[in-house]
């Protein structure tokens, strides 16, 4: 059974830092492209980062993030990071980490975890 496990969120001041993990099973996470994405009140779902599972093609960032979030995987711990710096109060939302369908992050999506909630304020 394919699972997608977030942790790390919570609460964090304009300006400073969080780190977000994806831990993943009942799949071969090697193989597979990860991407981030997250949904704010009232607003759309929207992906901004996913890394695939070759170095021979790009992680992709959206400019909203780009500079400030970094995405990473540990394929010996079936693990997908996500360090967020500089965060700022519309990084607000639950985040989400979700498996394409192999490991290009142009394919489709497979598989979603449940979300963990963020919020920048002070």
């Known amino acids: 059974q394919v699972q997608l496990v977030e942790s790390g969120g919570g609460l964090v001041q304009p300006g400073g830092s969080l780190r977000l993990s994806c831990a993943a099973s009942?799949?071969?996470?090697?193989?597979?492209?990860i991407g981030w994405f997250r949904q704010a009140p009232g607003k759309e779902r929207e992906g901004f980062t996913c890394?695939?599972?070759?170095?021979?093609?790009?992680?992709y960032y959206a400019d909203v993030v780009k500079g400030r979030f970094t995405i990473s995987r540990d394929n010996a711990k079936n693990t997908v990071y996500l360090q967020m710096n500089k965060l700022k109060p519309e990084d607000t939302a639950v985040y989400y980490c979700a498996a394409r369908t192999g490991g290009s992050c142009h394919l489709a999506l497979r598989s979603w975890g449940q979300g963990t909630q963020v919020t920048v304020s002070s």
């Open positions: 890394i695939p599972s070759s170095s021979s093609e790009e992680i």
């Open positions: 009942g799949f071969t996470f090697a193989d597979y492209a």
